[in-house]
Every structure is written in structure tokens, then in C-alpha cells.
């Protein structure tokens, strides 16, 4: 089924300067990217979005670094878009990441991994309108 998902390109990659390398592999995937919006979060927009990781060692760390520079976010939108992101995406701690993936390419450390993507329709949704409302969304139309 057509599905949309939650990307976020994370500030390391953007730091890189690889948000069109990132992009050129949604897109030979299959992917659309429906919109997007380069944003600075807030510690609180942060906190939020993880708020599911909250109890966690690592949420500090992780909502650190999610503020310390400019990230991508975009929804993608395609056949199986979930599970084909990430697949995209490789595993969270690069260094268990297949080759040629996302992560493996361009991610160092399981904290600083280079992209988000959402991990199942529900959160998807969930996730999409944490940052977009509908009207900002453009599907594909033919
Ligand atoms: P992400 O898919 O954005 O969701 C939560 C993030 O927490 C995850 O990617 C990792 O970058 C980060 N993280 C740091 N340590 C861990 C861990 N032990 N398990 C899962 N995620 C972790």
C-alpha cells in the first residue's frame, strides 16, 4: 500500500552537507518526498518528539545533539514507504548497518546516526503531524 513516513536528516549529516546525497537515495528508491522543511528545534520540540525515549540512558544525549545544529525533516511518500525507508536507513548503530545503506555511509556513532525514520504506520502518522500540518503536505496527484 501507499504509505507515508517521517524522515529526519540529523544535524551531522547536515553538517556534512549531504542532504542531497541522502535525497538522491529516497528518490532511486521510489520515494517522494511530499514536503519539507529545514528547521533549528527547539530543546523542547526535541524533547517531544522523543518523548517515548524519555526514561532513557541516552534521551540527554540524544536531545543534545538533536538541537545542535539545523536538521532536515520530510515526509516521504511511496509504496511501502515505512519499512523501504528503513531498510534506506540501515540498522541505529551504524557499525551493525549493511553496506550501502544510509547509516553505514554517513553515520559514525549509534547518538550521532545520520537519519530518523518512523518505525511503523501509527507512529508515522504520529510523527508527521508533530511536524507538518495537512496543508503543508503535497501528494503526488497524477
Ligand atoms: P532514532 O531512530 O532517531 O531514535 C532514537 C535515537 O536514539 C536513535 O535513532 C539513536 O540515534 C539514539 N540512541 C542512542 N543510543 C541508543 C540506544 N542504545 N538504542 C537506541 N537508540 C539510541
Known sequence: AVERTLSIIK????????????????EKAGLRIVAAKMVQLSREQAEGFYAVHRE????????SFMISGPVMIQV???ENAVAKNRDLMGATNPKDAAPGTIRADFAVSIDENAVHG?????????????????????????
Open 11 to 26: 544535524p551531522d549529516a547536515v553538517a556534512k552537507n549531504v542532504i542531497g546525497e541522502i535525497y538522491t537515495r529516497f
Open 56 to 63: 532513557r540512558p541516552f534521551f540527554n544525549d540524544l536531545v
Open 118 to 142: 518512523s518505525d511503523a504506520p501509527e507512529t508515522a502518522a504520529q510523527e508527521i503531524a508533530y511536524f507538518f500540518k495537512s496543508d503543508e503536505i503535497c501528494p503526488r496527484i497524477r
Open 76 to 78: 516521504l511518500e511511496g
